[in-house]
């Protein structure tokens, strides 16, 4: 992938590159010294954080982080670096980057639609992973509904009084600030939204209360968040009152992969957990796990699925490179739009597909001795649920797709 | 060896699509294909083989016949990446005629090296192929072909042959005393009986063909080999032609629940219509992309080509089962009738999903591949 890339570089993308390389052989950190969660967004204790939050002040530092971002914003000024870095990083196999919704949604939107002095103040902290970022966007009564949101802010002066309550805050535990969709005006729906970023560490008993919520895998790192007279700058609104809506636009568009700025990517490092990633996982632990007589990689069944679940992962790797080739699109989003849906289906029947090859030994979990791949396929199935519900759950990705690309009627 | 980053589908490639999508929509709409194929709708019809010849001409007289055929042979050699970007065009208008037999007989002949120039120059000539090589039974491997080699003169029955009645010259895989061999010849030689079949559907036409010793010219003594290096591209060029038929069936049924209004809206306001339609494009996008690169495989990178294949094929096979599914029953009563144009297609990909070998079949040769033989 790497050297496939590297092939087409720009003389800058090919200086940095090389630098990149060079730094990450020198600089890549060693094993943790802790059991490292599958993804950023099931971080439980403060040790895992701070192991990977060192690992991302020190990328942020080298330049690795922020590459395509003006300097003034705490950037590195660079043109279409931050995919080389993104490439250079995942080849070394490093430690993934914390700060994940800081850096894919946060930061697009901030730098989108902020003022300037709040991207200078907010942005340097977000990119090196100093402050943690979370997204207060789901309510109790506003999930696909998304624009139903009832958190309400209310103007006094050049403050804002907030009230309400967010849910299924990932990473809020640990969370400096939050981007947050609320409500200004009552009596319209869309156009009564606006968007801010807020503080939440530093308002911790002073109108923020955190409370953590059980995923179904008995992990932590969700949680729920009550706003209670909450005062808030009026600076650090982004855009205008009422664009709420709008703004909101530019993070999902990010979140989904389909947004125009890359976002710093980084992982790979080999611990027990990267091993739920691709199908070449599931074949090997066919070939590993007996069935009857012989291995389960000799079941023609199961070899068929495995081979439908390689063939999903080879499309959708596809599908990103032919995105890039105008002569093969009909329609500009077809395929980015396409992107959230299908890696998170994907990575459920990937998981689902594990747990029919361990068989019986897919009931045990992460503490037992006798668990294939220390019990980690069984949290992977549960967890794609997580993919397939958040940023849109996949009954509202096939709505945009069919309106926005097939121009069918809009559902209700 | 690497791919390039965009399949190798550069400025000529999107060229010859784009004139390819032209050519078609001016020429061949889809109620032009319904006039010309479906004027007899019994079904206990006797084949027939309907097509526009002069449009046929068209294509010949565009060199679009000899894309595949290496410049040294007097063709244009041009990618399969290339050619993949006509074929797909060429799926989507369905068009009858022996454009998909006369590339792959390109391809096998293109691998049988010295021995197949003179049959790439018929070609160039502007001559239509077709190959011969599947056993009643349609096994899709090569070495069961019913078809001998023996004194000379092929003998035994070849099935399931592709557009066999549109073609100028056969190309046969046959038992031969010392393995298995590759023959060129006259599709109206002696000794060659074409049996047409009845078949669904009515963009094609097939036939079994009698070889009661006919003499043909071997242009390969090593047909297994060759079909081998060529099977790539084959696979790949019929998927890419069921891409463009699929992205027909898609259109054409957003553009009818668009319109057609139950319980006060257009049926695509309705999440269980609207859902199974992205599916059905999410389906073709992954094919497509699959279909590309694969082709670019053939092109730039052979050790990987039948793997890629194997999945660019699966992949349209189970898409297109599923496009005809939801393209008949989203148009509900209309979609039941022989009036709708929307069977023309269905049964083109019906037949296409087979040919070659369906899903199932890929994936077996791909676990193969990528797994190892089971134990």
Same mark, same amino acid.
């Given at each position: ?112 639609? /902020? ?71 009552? +009596? ?14 530093? /308002? ?80 090997? $632990? ?62 459920? +029947? ?10 019986? +030994?897919?009931? $045990? ?40 690309? $097939?121009?069918?009627?809009? +559902?209700? | 060896? #690497? ?44 084949? &027939? ?99 001998? *080699? ?12 592709? %557009? ?7 190309? &046969? ?23 047409? %079949? ?6 094609? %036409? ?49 553009? *009818? ?24 494009? &999410?389906?073709?996008? #992954?094919?497509?992309?699959? &279909? ?28 297109? #089962? *599923? ?43 791909? #676990? ?8």
């Amino acid at each position: 992938m790497s050297e496939e890339s590297a092939r087409k570089d720009t003389p800058e993308q090919a200086e940095f590159r090389t630098y990149c390389r060079q730094w990450l052989q020198a600089n890549k950190p060693g094993e943790p010294t802790v059991r490292l969660p599958q993804s950023p967004l099931e971080i439980m204790t403060p040790e895992q954080l701070s192991y990977l939050q060192a690992w991302q002040k020190s990328a942020y530092d080298a330049g690795l982080i922020g590459c395509d971002y003006p300097v003034e914003v705490g950037g590195g000024g660079r043109k279409d670096c931050q995919k080389v870095a993104n490439e250079e990083m995942l080849a070394a196999r490093t430690p993934f980057l914390p700060n994940v919704i800081g850096l894919g949604m946060a930061a697009p939107t901030v730098f989108y639609h /902020a003022r300037e002095e709040v991207k200078a103040e907010l942005l340097p902290r977000l990119f090196s992973g100093e402050d943690i970022w979370c997204q207060g966007f789901s309510e109790p009564g506003a999930g696909s509904d998304l624009a139903n949101v009832q958190t309400f802010a209310e103007r006094k002066g050049d403050k804002w009084v907030v009230n309400g309550h967010k849910v299924w805050t990932s990473l809020a535990h640990f969370a400096e600030w939050m981007i947050i969709l609320l409500r200004t005006d009552k +009596s319209h729906k869309y156009d009564g939204l606006s968007y801010f970023v807020v503080p939440i560490r530093a /308002a911790l008993g002073k109108g923020v209360t955190v409370r953590p919520l059980i995923k179904i895998t008995g992990e932590t790192g969700f949680n729920e968040v009550i706003f209670d007279n909450l005062e808030v700058d009026d600076r650090y609104r982004l855009d205008e009152l009422g664009k709420g809506w709008q703004v909101a636009m530019t993070t999902l568009l990010h979140e989904r992969g389909a947004g125009e700025l890359q976002t710093p990517r980084a992982g790979g490092m080999k611990n027990k957990s990267s091993h739920t990633i691709s199908s070449s996982a599931v074949i090997d $632990l066919a070939k590993t796990t007996r069935r009857g007589a012989g291995a389960a990689a000799d079941d023609p069944i199961l070899r068929d699925k495995m081979m439908q679940q390689l063939i999903r992962e080879e499309g959708l790797k596809q599908n990103q490179r032919r995105s890039r080739v105008p002569a093969l699109l009909d329609h500009p989003m077809r395929l980015l739009l396409q992107n959230k849906l299908l890696a998170s289906e994907i990575a459920q +029947s990937l998981g689902s597909l594990a747990l029919e090859v361990e068989g019986m +030994s897919s009931s $045990l979990y992460l503490a037992d001795p006798n668990a294939p791949a220390g019990g980690q396929w069984p949290l992977a199935y549960m967890n794609s649920y997580g993919m397939t519900i958040a940023a849109g759950t996949s009954e509202v990705q096939r709505n945009i797709l069919g309106e926005r690309v $097939l121009g069918l009627p809009k +559902s209700k | 060896m #690497a791919q390039p980053n965009n399949y190798g589908f550069g400025e000529e490639a999107a060229l010859l699509k784009e004139s390819a999508r032209k050519f078609f929509r001016e020429h061949f709409p889809a109620d032009k294909l319904h006039a010309l194929v479906a004027a007899d709708h019994n079904p206990d019809r006797p084949p &027939v083989c309907q097509w526009d010849r002069e449009l046929w001409q068209q294509l010949v007289d565009l060199g679009w016949t000899m894309l595949a055929v290496p410049e040294s042979a007097g063709g244009v050699g041009m990618p399969v990446a290339a050619v993949a970007g006509l074929v797909e065009e060429l799926g989507r208008a369905a068009f009858p005629c022996p454009l998909l037999g006369t590339l792959s007989a390109t391809y096998a002949l293109v691998a049988c090296g010295a021995g197949g120039e003179a049959a790439l120059a018929d070609i160039a000539a502007g001559e239509a192929a077709t190959l011969a090589l599947t056993n009643q039974h349609g096994d899709w491997n090569p070495a069961a072909t019913e078809v001998e *080699y023996r004194d000379g003169a092929l003998h035994g029955t070849a099935w399931f042959v592709q %557009d066999a009645a549109k073609c100028d010259k056969l190309l &046969v895989c046959a038992s031969t005393a010392s393995g298995f061999g590759l023959f060129w010849l006259p599709a109206g030689a002696q000794g060659v009986t074409l049996e047409a %079949d009845a078949i669904v559907d009515l963009t094609r %036409d097939q036939a079994h063909i009698r070889f009661d010793g006919a003499a043909a010219t071997e242009v390969s003594g090593n047909a297994l080999t060759a079909l081998d290096s060529a099977f790539p591209a084959i696979w790949t060029l019929l998927a890419a032609d069921m891409v463009g038929a699929a992205e027909w069936q898609l259109q054409t049924t957003v553009e *009818y629940v668009g319109t057609r209004k139950q319980f006060d809206h257009p049926l695509g306001f309705f999440q269980a219509i609207k859902h199974p339609l992205v599916e059905v494009m &999410v389906q073709i996008d #992954a094919a497509k992309s699959l &279909v590309y690169n694969a082709a670019c495989a053939c092109d730039t990178e052979q050790e990987k080509a039948a793997q890629y294949a194997h999945m660019a094929k699966a992949a349209a096979s189970d898409m297109a #089962a *599923y496009a005809c599914s939801r393209s008949v029953q989203s148009h509900g009563g209309i979609g039941f009738t022989w009036e709708c144009h929307v069977h023309l297609y269905f049964k083109r990909q019906k037949h296409s999903q087979m040919l070659w070998g369906d899903g199932s079949w890929h994936r077996a040769r791909l #676990a193969d591949i990528v797994i190892g033989a089971a134990a």
